[in-house]
């Protein structure tokens, strides 16, 4: 169904992983989708991985959207002003607006505390990770307010609730996923007297491109990783999030979430779609459940 049919979204961060799965169903609810990000089939960014916005932009047309691809560093003000500018000259309006920009550069510094992180790499990393949602919102929101009913999906890794009483694993990336929960606050704060809604948003465990590579799997046999981490039987594609977002961006009561803290698993409970396999993993409820909770991996009840 083009639920989304006459609706103009960005994407920010669409090259891969929970980006590309949104873009693509965006695009399959009937979307003109941007999608921005610094690796093209020209240049590759410091991630240095192969997927491309090119790529996105191309599943987003045989999904049956508009997929449009440009380059861009969302550390870089100009280029992000210029980036809206043309939003708005080729389409008038910006109706979506996703912020899901991260860009981890190397090996992450797991389980290291802030004296034992080299401090560049972790500087950096609040740089991609916050900064670049800052510097988007603030160049987006005056096209996107030019329209009412406009919504800003800030995504992150981990609910309010969880990521409020959880440390995250390391320092950098503790501090980089809280303070995007933040922006969302301040968001829905400042958009309060507006017609908009400002809504942050978790994937659960997230079977990106990455991830699957990691465990030596692809997206048909990923059951085959539960052999050796088995509580990623609770895991989803990047697809199921892009369903949240789709749902979220065709529901004509979308204030209800104004403010609020929601996950992929959550939304489908709600709205009713399923991951690629038909299930409804809900992964936070897991986590908190049974994974923290120290019990062996069952995901009855949970997907």
Request: aromatic share 8%; net charge negative.
């Amino acid at each position: 169904m083009q639920r989304l049919a006459g609706k103009v979204a960005l994407v920010a961060g669409a090259t891969r992983a929970a980006g590309r799965g949104i873009a693509v169903e965006l695009g399959a609810a009937g979307a003109t989708v941007y999608v921005t990000g610094r690796s093209t089939r020209a240049r590759r960014s410091e991630m240095d991985r192969p997927e491309t916005i090119e790529d996105t932009a191309e599943l987003v047309d045989k999904a049956g959207g508009r997929g449009i691809a440009v380059p861009v560093d969302h550390l870089d003000s100009e280029q992000v002003r210029e980036l809206v500018a043309r939003i708005e000259r080729e389409q008038g309006a910006l109706h979506i607006l996703v912020n899901d920009i991260w860009g981890q550069h190397g090996e992450p510094e797991w389980g290291k505390t802030v004296w034992e992180s080299d401090l560049d790499s972790g500087l950096r990393l609040l740089q991609l990770g916050v900064n670049t949602h800052i510097i988007t919102a603030h160049h987006a929101l005056p096209l996107l307010l030019k329209t009412p009913g406009g919504l800003v999906i800030e995504m992150t890794d981990g609910t309010a609730e969880y990521n409020a009483d959880t440390y995250r694993v390391s320092f950098f990336y503790d501090v980089a996923k809280g303070a995007v929960g933040r922006v969302a606050f301040a968001l829905a704060h400042e958009l309060e007297q507006y017609d908009a809604t400002a809504v942050l948003l978790t994937p659960g465990w997230l079977r990106s491109e990455a991830m699957l590579e990691g465990f030596g799997v692809r997206e048909e046999n990923w059951r085959d990783a539960t052999e050796q981490v088995p509580h990623f039987a609770i895991s989803e594609s990047p697809s199921y999030v892009g369903r949240a977002v789709a749902a979220l961006a065709a529901d004509p009561d979308v204030r209800r979430w104004h403010g609020k803290s929601t996950s992929s698993g959550e939304l489908a409970q709600i709205y009713g779609f399923t991951d690629l396999d038909g299930s409804r993993p809900d992964a936070w409820r897991y986590i908190a459940e049974v994974e923290s909770a120290g019990k062996p991996a069952d995901t009855t009840g949970y997907r």
